[in-house]
């Protein structure tokens, strides 16, 4: 069965705090993903990895940053915590088979508060 | 640039059949999804489709696909109070596995 397991459900950080959310996953997948959703705003991209020591960024990358060493790993990083980056964060991961059919499977979310 | 669209909001009484919409605009989509996730947790992978099928049927489950509409819909048969949840609509076009466009999610609640 796939696994993406989020190490930490629930978190609460006070603003300026650094913060790492970690991820891990067990199928052997070339790309992670880190999304963040808020009500009403969907799923929105933060970061995605293709490879080891590779990322690109999403759609709203600003006040976060990534760490892929191992395969396996990606960490979200919060250099500074907002309140404005309170909110659910969900990593995924999907297969590259160099066709079409590939698919994105999620964890059970990490849920941020900064106060 | 790829976008998905859904309603957010979907109410039907228990044991009554439930009709999510979605409809993309991404005219080489290759792959279509449906996930849902249930209060509180990640995304399940519920089913997929081909661009080249126009319906899959698994279980209570039944997805239609009209491509020359780009609109997709997911069918529950007899709906139970277990269904409540998000449902959400997404869209692959590449080989990768790196491109993923996700509706915004339709909030199924199911009434006794």
């Known amino acids: 069965d796939v696994k993406v397991t989020q190490s930490s459900r629930y978190l609460v950080k006070r603003t300026g705090e650094k913060v790492f959310l970690e991820c891990v996953q067990d199928?052997?997948?070339?790309?992670m993903f880190w999304y963040r959703q808020d009500p009403g705003l969907g799923l929105r991209l933060i970061y995605f990895?293709?490879?080891?020591?590779?990322?690109e960024k999403g759609d709203i990358p600003e006040g976060y940053s990534v760490s892929r060493e191992k395969k396996e790993r990606f960490s979200l990083i919060l250099e500074s915590a907002s309140t404005n980056q309170t909110s659910m964060y969900l990593c995924?991961?999907?297969?590259?088979?160099?066709?079409?059919?590939?698919?994105?499977?999620f964890g059970e979310g990490s849920w941020l508060t900064v106060v | 640039g790829e976008d998905v669209e859904q309603s957010l909001f979907l109410s039907v009484r228990e044991g009554d059949s439930s009709v999510i919409n979605c409809t993309y605009t991404?005219?080489?989509?290759?792959?279509l999804y449906w996930y849902k996730q249930e209060p509180g947790a990640g995304l399940q992978l519920l089913t997929y489709?081909?661009?080249?099928?126009d319906m899959k049927q698994d279980q209570r489950l039944t997805v239609l696909l009209n491509k020359k509409d780009k609109h997709l819909s997911l069918r529950i048969a007899d709906t139970q109070t277990g269904d409540s949840a998000i449902y959400f609509c997404?869209?692959?076009?590449?080989?990768?596995?790196?491109?993923?466009?996700f509706g915004p999610g339709t909030r199924l609640s199911v009434l006794p």
């Open positions: 995924a991961s999907s297969l590259e088979t160099g066709s079409t059919g590939n698919t994105i499977y």
């Open positions: 199928m052997d997948h070339e790309n």
């Open positions: 990895s293709y490879d080891v020591k590779m990322k």
């Open positions: 991404d005219s080489s989509s290759t792959y």
């Open positions: 489709i081909f661009s080249n099928m």
């Open positions: 997404a869209e692959s076009n590449d080989n990768y596995g790196q491109n993923f466009v």
